[in-house]
């Protein structure tokens, strides 16, 4: 069965870079989430997208922004670059907003 | 900021073991889920209950809920090595979608 897909799976960029980050939800799925998780600690919601329209907005910092496309693919986007955004960037998708969602096996970024 | 809490933050034991792990919460929720996470893996889904139920099971996991309390815990049966892992709590205020998330319980299963 098709999963989340997110790419790259790894990203290694210098304080004050960009990076993006790609996630393709699972086929007929209409919710895209984004999650930043540090080492040790539990997932912390960013940003969510229902029927390409933001959902739902966490603690995305103002150099992140994120959107979904016409084709539900989603990007998350980060700017100016810091030490405390390493961390692993997963996506998820889900059919029903409050149901389950599915994970895909995470962006790890590390900003050196 | 996150309103479900975990205990224990860790779990060690041996196996074969149960292995039991609560979660508490703030608000009204429309259902609660368990996930798990391997190390530096995604997370999976486990099981969903929602806020109408009281018990549910899928294989060795029987998760129960009490709304009046306001937590749920996951009960774990005849533990094996592979289910060392982090286990996540997430409920959805009934207010709207956002899946709020526990601090999770590292579970450790000693062969």
């Known amino acids: 069965a098709a999963g989340v897909i997110q790419s790259p799976r790894h990203l290694i960029k210098e304080k004050r870079e960009t990076a993006t980050l790609k996630c393709y939800p699972i086929?007929?799925?209409?919710?895209v989430y984004w999650y930043q998780q540090g080492p040790g600690q539990d997932p912390q919601f960013l940003i969510s997208?229902?029927?390409?329209?933001?959902?739902d907005k966490g603690s995305i910092p103002d150099r992140f922004s994120a959107q979904q496309f016409s084709d539900y693919h989603s990007e998350l986007n980060m700017s100016s670059l810091e030490l405390g955004d390493s961390a692993l960037y997963f996506c998820?998708?889900?059919?029903?907003?409050?149901?389950?969602?599915?994970f895909g096996e995470g962006s790890r970024l590390t900003v050196l | 900021s996150q309103q479900g809490e975990e205990d224990p933050q860790a779990l060690s034991i041996q196996e074969g073991e149960n292995a039991t792990m609560n979660c508490s919460y703030k608000t009204s929720i429309n259902n609660l889920q368990w996930y798990r996470q391997n190390s530096g893996r995604g997370l999976v889904h486990l099981i969903l209950i929602r806020s109408n139920e009281r018990e549910k099971h899928s294989g060795r996991l029987r998760v129960t809920l009490d709304t009046s309390k306001k937590s749920s815990s996951l009960l774990i049966t005849a533990s094996r090595a592979a289910d060392t892992a982090s286990y996540f709590c997430a409920t959805d205020a009934h207010s709207n979608y956002q899946l709020i998330w526990g601090a999770g319980t590292k579970l450790i299963i000693k062969p």
């Open positions: 086929p007929r799925h209409d919710t």
């Open positions: 997208f229902y029927e390409k329209m933001q959902s």
């Open positions: 998820a998708s889900s059919y029903d907003r409050a149901g389950e969602l599915f």
